[in-house]
Nanobody, 118 residues
Framework: VQVVESGGGLVQPGESLSLSCAAS????????MGWYRQTPGKQRELVAVITNEHSANYADSVTGRFTISRDNAKKSVYLQMNSLTPEDTAVYYC?????????????WGKGTLVTVSS
């Protein structure tokens, strides 16, 4: 089982960016999927999480600007980020609570860098 992010890059303040994450392998089911971010010297923080019934929660700092969604058939989760600011600069990690081989585990991607700078 693996989880792989894509879509990071460099954007200017006020612009938008979309991240994608796909899980693959011998997966029985996926429960919550989420996005976290981390900057140097700081702890990884939750950005948004979505259940398999598409109920979503967001960090206060991104509410109204970011939207999380998922496609259960594609085992994928997405993060649409609008009105980006330099404070959103971070490595963004995807995670997924996956049941595979009779066990439930949380899997993390390796991260994708988002840089917001003029």
């Amino acid at each position: 089982v693996q989880v792989v992010e894509s879509g990071g890059g460099l954007v200017q303040p006020g612009e938008s960016l979309s991240l994608s994450c796909a899980a693959s392998g011998s997966i029985f089911s996926i429960r919550d999927m989420g996005w976290y971010r981390q900057t140097p010297g700081k702890q990884r923080e939750l950005v948004a999480v979505i259940t398999n019934e598409h109920s979503a929660n967001y960090a206060d700092s991104v509410t109204g600007r970011f939207t999380i969604s998922r496609d259960n058939a594609k085992k994928s989760v997405y993060l649409q980020m609008n009105s980006l600011t330099p404070e959103d600069t971070a490595v963004y990690y995807c995670n997924a609570d996956i049941i595979a081989g009779g066990e439930g585990m949380t899997y993390w991607g390796k991260g994708t860098l988002v840089t917001v700078s003029s």
